[in-house]
Nanobody, 119 residues
Framework: QVQLVESGGGLVQAGGSLRLSCAAS????????MGWYRQAPGKQRELVAT???????NYADSVKGRFTISRENAKNTVPLQMNSLKSEDTAVYYC?????????????WGQGTQVTVSS
């Protein structure tokens, strides 16, 4: 059974920091590209950051320079360090795993963790 469990969300003041973590189980972790997405009330889910199996990263323009994604293959975890938080970062943050094999579409999502930034 595949599980992606997010943790680390909470309430923080603008300018503060939070560190989210995604713990994966039930998958061969090093075969999956991993990502963080977020969804604010009334808005569509959007990409925050991704990290591929080779460690290459991609960030939304809105978080570049403030957020850092990494992966710990030995622990099957994907941390997201979020600094200089803004009120517009308020959203539910979701972890996603995508199998990195050409021709096979297999995605898994976590249940999400709430991040609220007060101004």
């Amino acid at each position: 059974q595949v599980q992606l469990v997010e943790s680390g969300g909470g309430l923080v003041q603008a300018g503060g920091s939070l560190r989210l973590s995604c713990a994966a189980s039930g998958i061969t972790f090093n075969l999956y590209d991993m990502g963080w997405y977020r969804q604010a009330p009334g808005k569509q889910r959007e990409l925050v950051a991704t990290i591929a199996t080779d460690g290459s990263t991609n960030y939304a323009d809105s978080v570049k320079g403030r957020f850092t994604i990494s992966r710990e293959n030995a622990k099957n975890t994907v941390p997201l360090q979020m600094n200089s938080l803004k009120s517009e970062d308020t959203a539910v943050y979701y972890c996603k795993a995508r199998l990195a094999i050409t021709g096979i579409e297999r995605d898994y999502w976590g249940q999400g963790t709430q991040v609220t930034v007060s101004s």
